[in-house]
């Protein structure tokens, strides 16, 4: 499993109904250097730069810190999201007593029943 950094500023700013424009003018940055993050289009960022959105944001009313604007996230390597979709194929393309998202209704899972299965492991009965 691998990690990338997942950049959560235009979620935070839309959450509270914040603007760039406003970000940059009570952070004292440039308006470019926001819309940069607050788009992903950066490769790193300054602490100091964190420190000055972090400022930006409480002038602002946010009480956020730096694990609001920056999160680690986990991605599965390319090994792994393999057998993940392998395994995916032979339960029929959805994992067994899990619903699809939205759904009200029990989604039904192919195959012999638990009860089938169980008399097959269990050995003769008793």
């Known amino acids: 499993m ?3 950094m997942h950049i959560g500023l235009a979620g935070l700013l839309r959450s509270h109904n914040i603007s760039q ?4 003018e009570a952070a004292n940055m440039r308006p470019a250097t926001v819309n940069a993050i607050f788009n992903a289009r950066i ?3 300054e602490i100091n730069t964190l420190v000055d959105l972090i400022c930006g944001l409480r002038r602002l009313g946010i009480q956020a810190d730096v694990g609001d604007i920056l999160q680690v996230v986990d991605r599965p390597d390319e090994q792994e999201q393999a057998a993940r979709e ?5 339960l029929g393309g959805e994992p067994w007593g899990l619903k699809m998202a939205g ?3 029990p989604v039904p899972v192919k195959g012999p029943s638990i009860e089938e299965i169980l008399k097959e492991h269990r050995g003769p009965e008793l």
Request: charged fraction near 35%.
């Open 2 to 4: 691998t990690a990338k």
């Open 21 to 24: 424009k406003q970000l940059a």
């Open 43 to 45: 490769e790193r960022v």
């Open 86 to 90: 392998r395994a995916l194929r032979l």
């Open 103 to 105: 759904s009200a209704h």
